[in-house]
T-cell receptor, first 114, second 112 residues
């Protein structure tokens, strides 16, 4: 069974803390994505990566960075967490490039910043 | 970038009826369009993909249509069941072709 695993389902952090959200996929997919989902705003793309060490900004990259050192792992980093980053974070992977493939999502990481 | 509109009001229907959800987009017609299902607290799950040269696609009780003239896709669930209750998202490729942009989703509630 294909799987995208996010390291933490629930996190509570304090303002100013550095936060790491980890995502691992076991499907050997080239493409990986980080979205955040908020009520009334839907899913918004933060960053994506189409290859190891490659990254592209999505619609809302401010306040975030990413790391893709290995093909199977894509990390989202909040350098200094703020309360407006309280959200559900969803990682996804997809095979190929421009191949109209389906996205496989993880279960999500619900982050609360106090 | 593409603007994607889904009915924000929840759709309530009776078990056994056909549910129809709408997805409208505003700019260029995409090469394909996808539909996902999302249950509360879970990640979205892929349901169907329809390409621009396909008018209709079916999978079991699901049917998707794609009208590039109207810039609209319709998602139908026939013989709906309470287990079909969820939020349904449509998604289109963004400009780079790598990522997907999602609509805000429509919540469907099927009552017995």
């Amino acid at each position: 069974d294909v799987k995208v695993t996010q390291s933490s389902r629930y996190l509570v952090k304090r303002t100013g803390e550095k936060v790491f959200l980890e995502c691992v996929q076991d499907m050997d997919h080239e493409n990986m994505f980080w979205y955040r989902q908020d009520p009334g705003l839907g899913l918004r793309l933060i960053y994506f990566s189409y290859d190891v060490k490659m990254k592209e900004k999505g619609d809302i990259p401010e306040g975030y960075s990413v790391s893709r050192e290995k093909k199977e792992r894509f990390s989202l980093i909040l350098e200094s967490a703020s309360t407006n980053q309280t959200s559900m974070y969803l990682c996804a992977s997809m095979e190929g490039t421009g191949s109209a493939g389906e996205l496989f999502f993880g279960e999500g990481s619900r982050l609360t910043v106090l | 970038s593409q603007k994607i509109e889904q009915n924000s009001e929840a759709l309530n229907i009776q078990e056994g009826k056909t549910a129809t959800l709408t997805c409208n987009y505003t700019n260029y017609s995409p090469a394909y369009l996808q539909w996902y299902r999302q249950d509360p607290g879970r990640g979205p799950v892929f349901l169907l993909l329809i390409r621009e040269n396909e008018k209709e696609k079916r999978k079991e009780r699901l049917k998707v249509t794609f009208d590039t003239t109207l810039k609209q896709s319709l998602f139908h669930i026939t013989a709906s069941q309470p287990a079909d209750s969820a939020t349904y998202l449509c998604a289109l490729p963004e400009d780079s072709g790598y990522a997907l942009n999602f609509g805000k989703g429509t919540s469907l509630l099927v009552t017995p």
